[in-house]
């Protein structure tokens, strides 16, 4: 699968020193905990909707399809970039594109890995 998340460049550059970074780590790190942990239901309730929505196929719950999906290990955090209510974390294992919501940073998509020079292909999205 195709995800077309590309990082503008210019933009992140314009967002500014007081872009809070912690709080799309902490949500990539529970995600991939709760996964980690076979805790699927917790790791769908840090989905965002239309991602829990779109990913498991007729007859089966949100649970079940990320129990069937390989995605790498997660690890540390080496990198994040925010911009606006969109953020890029990037950790040891995986790469997981998040949209902040009013209740606060879910996942859109994981599993992702770059594709020379096209979007990111995911595992998990939305």
């Known amino acids: 699968m195709r995800f077309p998340f590309v990082v503008p460049a210019l933009l992140l550059a314009a967002v500014g020193c007081a872009v809070d970074t912690t709080s799309p780590a902490r949500a990539a790190e529970?995600?991939?905990?709760?996964?980690?942990a076979h805790q699927e239901n917790a790791a769908c309730g840090l989905l965002a909707r239309t991602t829990a929505d779109k990913l498991p196929d007729p007859g089966q719950t949100c649970a079940q399809a990320l129990g069937d999906v390989k995605l790498g290990p997660?690890?540390?955090v080496t990198e994040v970039n925010v911009?606006?209510?969109?953020?890029q974390v990037r950790l040891a294992g995986d790469t997981v594109f998040?949209?902040?919501f009013a209740d606060g940073w879910r996942v859109k998509a994981a599993g992702c890995r770059p594709v020379r020079d096209l979007p990111y292909e995911c595992e998990?999205?939305?």
Do not use: S
């Open 30 to 36: 529970r995600f991939h905990a709760a996964v980690a």
């Open 74 to 76: 997660g690890g540390r």
């Open 124 to 126: 998990v999205e939305g």
């Open 98 to 100: 998040l949209h902040r």
């Open 83 to 87: 911009w606006g209510n969109e953020a």
